[in-house]
């Protein structure tokens, strides 16, 4: 009864052996022929790090700009896009603009979006259409002065990607941009603070990065709790529950609430006594 199970072990694990030196030649093949391009895009954190804040470009209405025009004063959601992108750059920018609906802070008053064509084709008539567009969809007040679409020449489009660490290329025999998709939050200084990758971002994540990047000048009590409660993790890009910092508080708390109700016993004892001795 006993030799069967184990024979079959042994079979199983010959072909397991038999199968297991095939599988790096596999994934060898794979990364032989997966698309050239695909290792040459990228996201790359350069957090701390400034951008070129003397870079001109050109608004949606045409008028020449500077990068330092939109700072200053409040942090700024940078994405990098093209405006006649057939696929990725507008999924990214409807996944941005349902987290900006989600928000309770505002574009325009609490933190900016700035919007660069990485495209030096593209026109301040293309980047106007989809001013209007995302700004109709926000459909917020003020949103037309806070949400800035920018074109610009190659060498500025350059020192840009480069600084905030855009990886890119150009496929002529499809004439679009491979690149990577996600938002950068940086602070009024122009200091790079937070990546979020993909096409979709959880609201949370953006508005504690948001008030990160201001320095707690925004937000509520609640939120500057519970950037105490969570550690942005860079490898993910998200904000992570840390139970460390919630024992710690819930600890203070306890404390705290010890010494309220112990307070409270020590005045009503007194005053207790204080009765005792009128009432002699």
């Known amino acids: 009864m006993t030799a069967m199970p184990s024979r079959l072990l042994v079979y199983l694990l010959a072909l397991l052996l038999w199968l297991c030196p095939g599988l790096p030649a596999w994934a060898h093949h794979t990364a032989q022929h997966e698309p050239a391009w695909l290792r040459q895009v990228g996201l790359d954190q350069r957090l701390h790090e400034f951008i070129p804040l003397d870079l001109v470009f050109w608004d949606e209405t045409g008028r020449q700009v500077l990068l330092r ?39 325009g008053e609490h933190f900016n979006v700035l919007t660069v064509s990485i495209n030096p084709d593209d026109t301040p008539t293309l980047a106007a259409a989809k001013q209007a567009q995302y700004v109709r969809g926000y459909s917020q007040a003020d949103a037309a002065n806070g949400w800035h679409f920018l074109t610009g020449q190659p060498e500025a489009i350059q020192r840009l990607t480069q600084a905030v660490g855009l990886r890119y290329t150009y496929d002529a025999t499809k004439d679009q941009f491979m690149h990577a998709s996600g938002i950068i939050v940086l602070t009024p ?34 939120d500057r709790l519970m950037l105490l409660c969570y550690r942005y993790d860079p490898q993910s890009g998200t904000y992570s529950l840390t139970i460390l910092r919630v024992l710690r508080l819930a600890g203070v708390a306890t404390v705290v609430a010890l010494g309220a109700f112990m307070g409270m016993m020590l005045r009503r004892e007194r005053r207790n006594k204080v009765r005792g001795e009128l009432s002699k």
């Not at 990725?88 to 409807?94: D, I």
Request: proline fraction near 4%; aromatic fraction near 10%.
């Open 69 to 107: 025009d939109y700072f200053g004063s409040k942090p700024v959601i940078l994405t990098l896009a093209y405006y006649n992108c057939p696929n990725l750059c507008t999924l990214g920018l409807n996944g941005l603009l349902r987290t900006l609906r989600a928000l309770s802070l505002t574009v």
């Open 189 to 222: 200084q122009g200091q790079l603070a937070r990546y979020f990758y993909g096409v979709e971002y959880a609201p949370r994540d953006v508005r504690l990065g948001l008030i990160e990047a201001a320095q707690n000048k925004i937000g509520s009590a609640i």
